[in-house]
Structure formats: C-alpha cells, structure tokens
C-alpha cells in the first residue's frame, strides 16, 4: 500500500468518505505525496506522452495561433504570452523558437510566463528553457500576471482539474463517494445525501438508475479567472485537451500508469489521474464574461493551422527514418484514431459584433 493510500485509508476511517475531487485533489496535489508534486509524469520514460512531446511541430503551429491572434488585437506591447500547466516546459520551448523566428519585435517587447503550482516541475521547466533568449517569469496563479493583455495556452490542463461525480439513485442523485470496503479496501459508494437539482444538468431528470453525470466547479473556476482577466485586459487563449463538446451522462475518470490505464482507486498519488472535459460548459464560461468562443477538434485545428505543411518541410531534407517519424506524429496528433478526434480544442477571442 502506497504511503498516501494509507493516509486516505486513516483519514476516512477517522472522517467518513471523501467526494471524487476531494480524492482526486489529494492523489495529484498533496503536497507530501502527490502525483505532480513527487514525479516527472511526461514522456516515454514517465507515464503518459503529451503533444508537445510528440514532435516540435505541436508548439510550433501553437506559436503561430498565438501569433496571429496577437495580430488580431492590434499587436499590443506589451503583452503577456503565459502557459498555465506547462508540464516539462517543452511547449514553451517551442513556442519561443517560433515567436522569435515570427517577430523579434514581439519576443523582445512581450512577457513570457510560466503559471505552475509544482516546485519540482519548476525546476524541470527551468532546466529546459535554460538558454533562452527571452525572459521567462514563473507564476502560481494567474492573479501575479502582469496587467497587460494575455495571450494564454493550456494544454491538457483542465482534465486533471479535479471533479464531482453524481450517481443516479432510486428517485433521486447522490453525489459519488470513496469509503472503505471489505479489508478497508477503497470502494465507490453512493453518498448518504440528496443532491441540489441546480447542481445537475438539465437532462438529469430522464438520467437511468445508476447514470453517472459529473460536474467541475472548479473548472469553471479557473476558466472564469482566465476569461475574465482576458476580458479586462485583452488578448486570447487556446486550450487543447481531450473530452466532449456535448455533456452527456458516463463515468471518464480514469487512471493512467507507466502508459497503461490502471483502477483509479489502486495506487492514489502514483497514478495519473483525470476526466474528459465538458467543453460545452467551459465555452459558457468564457461567454457569460463577453467573448467569443470557438470550438473543434485538434485534428482540425492542427491541419488549419498548416501540420501537413509544415510536415512537408521539415520532411524535405530529412533521411527516410527521419521522414516517417514526421509522418507518425502527424498521424497521432491529429488522426481521426488518434488524438485528432479525441482531442477538443477551445479558442477564446475578444467579441466580434455581428
């Protein structure tokens, strides 16, 4: 039993069950024994590979977004180009080789910012962007970012941005809970109290017995600190990750471990943990706060943005081995089998009447 199980295990013993985000919050973030604060997740060598890591290509058409929407809003200076939950720093990396090679001007006048709550990855990050020509700050919360307009990205943030879980119950909802089995196993439960109908979807009502529907708070959260400061400030942000453009009902928490999905509930704090995204509800965020939201998939933003061409280029001095490489990651990052479909992407833009 991990060290953290066995603290999960004591404290509901001595407190009761614990709601889904409660978990959630402590496998990734307890600051003793948690999954981001203990480990490098990232790459082959950790437990699950981002796009970014993929290929070179991801940050670059990344950069080129960020560009172009800079241009958009009148090419401010200054302005703040953030990543919040930059992993190992990789996509800023590429981000600054590509801005750079776009516009001096922009790179020498803008703020580039790091928004991470992780002291280890902090250090990770560092190490990567070590010799960068432009000045890099960290942040822990977007509140510390310069007041300026913000052109921000997030990639495969708000999926490890913990949930609620309700389970449909008899007549009503119970929120999901995680208590203690046989053996003091942990084990799913229904909770013991009614859940608020405001809580719930408009659908819930016709919901079957044992239906899932689940619910982030604190997503909504952090997309309405974004938005906001986007709606004062100006700028754009662009957040990839993977999840529905429509809420439906199902239970897509999930684990992953050494590249492999493992029971949720088996190894708290070695494991990643995170659910799909309701897109639908971040783009009703950004909305209520006066912007414009546009919503697709990766695949069709990476091949609008130019993947296949800029594929095509570094390809064309490449050797065979080199060549297929290119042509595989092209194939993962934007696949209808692949990343392409799985993965959403959600634009935010200032409002544009009519």
């Known amino acids: 039993m991990t060290r953290l199980k066995t603290r999960i295990v004591d404290l509901i013993g001595a407190l009761g069950p614990l709601p889904v985000n409660e978990y959630m919050a402590l ?138 879980q309700f389970i449909r119950a008899g007549a009503g909802w119970r929120e999901r809970m995680i208590g203690l089995g046989d053996a003091d196993e942990l084990s799913f439960f229904a909770g013991a109290g009614s859940v608020e109908a405001t809580l719930l979807p408009d659908n819930a009502v016709v919901a079957p017995q044992g239906a899932v529907v689940e619910v982030a708070p604190a997503r909504a959260a952090l997309m309405a600190a974004i ?67 546009e919503l697709t998939t990766q695949g069709d933003f990476l091949l609008s943005m130019g993947l296949l061409e800029r594929a095509g280029l570094l390809g064309s001095q490449a050797s065979e081995e080199a060549r297929q490489t290119i042509a595989d990651a092209v194939e993962r990052l934007a696949g209808p089998d692949a990343m392409g479909t799985l993965f959403k992407v959600l634009k935010i833009q200032p409002h544009q009447p009519g």
């Not at 809420?247 to 799909?276: I, S, W």
Request: proline share 7%.
């Open 27 to 164: 496998c990734l973030f307890d600051p003793v024994d948690g999954y981001y604060t203990t480990r490098e997740p990232f790459g082959t060598e950790g437990d699950f590979v981002t796009a970014p890591e993929i290929s070179q290509m991801f940050g670059e058409l990344v950069a080129v977004w960020l560009y172009q929407a800079w241009l958009a809003i009148g090419r401010p200076l200054p302005v703040t180009v953030a990543e919040i939950g930059p992993g190992r720093g990789t996509l800023m990396k590429d981000m600054l080789r590509t801005l750079a090679r776009l516009d001096p001007a922009l790179t020498e006048g803008a703020s580039f910012a790091l928004i991470e709550t992780s002291p280890r990855l902090t250090e990770i990050q560092k190490q990567t962007l070590a010799g960068s020509s432009a000045e890099v700050g960290w942040h822990e919360t977007i509140a510390t970012l310069p007041q300026a307009p913000l052109l921000i990205v997030g990639n495969e943030l708000f999926d490890a941005v913990p949930i609620r």
């Open 227 to 293: 938005a906001e400061r986007i709606a004062s400030h100006g700028g754009a942000g662009l957040f990839p990750d993977y999840g529905h453009l429509q809420p439906g009902f199902g239970d897509t928490l999930q684990a992953v471990r050494k590249h492999a999905p493992e029971d949720v509930l088996a190894n708290p704090g070695e494991a990643d943990l995170t659910a799909h995204v309701d897109f639908a509800a971040l783009a009703a965020v950004v909305r209520a706060h006066g912007l414009d939201v």
